[in-house]
T-cell receptor, first 115, second 111 residues
Framework: ETGVTQTPRHLVMGMTNKKSLKCEQH?????MYWYKQSAKKPLELMFV???????ENNSVPSRFSPECPNSSHLFLHLHTLQPEDSALYLC??????????????FGPGTRLTVT | TQLLEQSPQFLSIQEGENLTVYCNSS?????LQWYRQEPGEGPVLLVT?????EVKKLKRLTFQFGDARKDSSLHITAAQPGDTGLYLC???????????FGSGTKLNVKP
């Protein structure tokens, strides 16, 4: 595998379910991100992890719970979601620092539908 | 709050035409990225511009960063159907890996 991978690619879940999204980056980066992309809205940053530490939580409801066990893996745990949470969830990674411009590399996304 | 505005929001043109997409902000960015996203997929990084006034070319695509590092443009020459997609710009703050995305320009190039 190369780049950033995400599983599953598609997920349909009921409002009372618990599920998790997984992201893995094979680029040796030290920062990882979760974004939400809804129709007709700009990409919304949800969480940022630097060196496995959460550095940004962009006022995300507690029904979304991120986990970053190491710098290569990122999870998004979902529980009691609402229909308006249906969206494309994108994971990205970047290399933090070193004097280079920040560049994000995205995974293919998980298309989530909440019924 | 940083805000990046892209224009136009939608663009439908014939194959062979030229086009320009704009990305504007009142804020200064340390770097700016352009991405192309196809339906159901994640954005793919096209280019990063860092220096005010910088121009970068990627085949038929020309990217320019404004002198004040607040705005950018993407020019496509002789557009092809393969250029169809959502074009996104994203600005990064100095010393922070936090990105602000524009709302995107949806381009459709008809054969």
């Amino acid at each position: 595998e190369t780049g950033v991978t995400q599983t599953p690619r598609h997920l349909v879940m009921g409002m009372t379910n618990k599920k998790s999204l997984k992201c893995e980056q094979h680029l040796g980066h030290n920062a990882m991100y979760w974004y939400k992309q809804s129709a007709k809205k700009p990409l919304e940053l949800m969480f940022v992890y630097n060196f496995k530490e959460q550095t940004e939580n962009n006022s995300v409801p507690s029904r979304f719970s991120p986990e970053c066990p190491n710098s290569s893996h990122l999870f998004l745990h979902l529980h009691t979601l609402q229909p308006e949470d249906s969206a494309l969830y994108l994971c990205a990674s970047s290399q933090d620092g070193g004097g280079q411009p920040y560049e994000q590399y995205f995974g293919p996304g998980t298309r989530l539908t909440v019924t | 709050t940083q805000l990046l505005e892209q224009s136009p929001q939608f663009l439908s043109i014939q194959e062979g035409e030229n086009l320009t997409v704009y990305c504007n902000s009142s804020s200064v960015f340390s770097s700016l990225q352009w991405y192309r996203q196809e339906p159901g997929e994640g954005p793919v990084l096209l280019v990063t511009v860092v220096t005010g006034g910088e121009v970068k070319k990627l085949k038929r695509l020309t990217f320019q960063f404004g002198d004040a590092r607040k705005d950018s443009s993407l020019h496509i020459t002789a557009a092809q159907p393969g250029d169809t997609g959502l074009y996104l710009c994203a600005g990064a703050e100095d010393n922070f890996n936090k990105f602000y995305f524009g709302s995107g320009t949806k381009l459709n190039v008809k054969p």
